[in-house]
């Protein structure tokens, strides 16, 4: 049980370190509600549970220690992330900004499903971060069916604390105040997320 609790412990460090993350779910919460932010939370662990699969199974290591794959996840991520820039950056022009439930912006649990887990999926840094904590509970002795129960506990903690943070930021109280900030909030997150892309690229 304590292997556990330090697995569960040491995936939410994880997931509350500061990166893009955290400015998607929050930009799609905003954006299309409450709901897209929980779906956009949901298949953000979905994608981190490939990567905690990955490392539990081994497989995560390829990614880790041949160049070509890391170093094309790694660009496909900042270019993903500089796209996300600048849809939030047209939509600050266009004056679309926190949700509003007659806004055309209130539309798209598809794109809130691709946009949580590519931005887990292409970050390669994942593998690092899995392959070092799993070193520590994983043998060549453990059985599958604990493998998957890690897998899964790192998915589920990733998605609860996601959901956490777009139910906190979609707060009624949360929504009026930011709605007097919108434009300068969509380009706030266009900035972060460039400055993020190019620290991708630049490590």
């Known amino acids: 049980m304590f292997d556990w609790l330090t697995l569960a412990g040491l995936c939410l460090l994880?997931?509350?370190?500061?990166?893009?993350?955290?400015?998607?779910?929050?930009?799609?919460?905003?954006?299309?509600?409450?709901?897209?932010?929980?779906?956009?939370?949901?298949a953000h662990g979905a994608g981190v549970g490939c990567y905690a699969l990955l490392a539990a199974l081994g497989l995560a290591a390829l990614v880790a220690n041949v160049p070509v794959v890391f170093t094309g996840l790694r660009w496909a991520g900042a270019v993903f992330l500089l796209w996300l820039a600048f849809m939030a950056y047209r939509s600050a022009l266009a004056g679309v900004g926190v949700f509003d439930p007659q806004s055309k912006a209130a539309a798209g649990f598809g794109k809130a499903i691709a946009t949580g887990f590519l931005t887990a999926f292409l970050n390669p840094k994942l593998a690092l971060f899995f392959l070092a904590v799993y070193s520590q509970f994983v043998s060549a002795l453990t059985p599958l069916s604990q493998k998957l129960g890690m897998a899964a506990v790192s998915a589920g903690v990733d998605a609860l604390w996601y959901l956490v943070v777009a139910l906190m930021v979609t707060h009624p109280r949360v929504i009026r105040g930011l709605r007097r900030q919108q434009r300068n909030l969509q380009l706030g997150f266009a900035v972060l997320l460039v400055v993020v892309a190019l620290q991708v690229l630049a490590n």
């Open 14 to 42: 994880g997931a509350a370190s500061p990166g893009p993350s955290v400015a998607v779910i929050v930009a799609q919460a905003l954006r299309g509600g409450r709901l897209q932010g929980v779906v956009a939370a949901l």
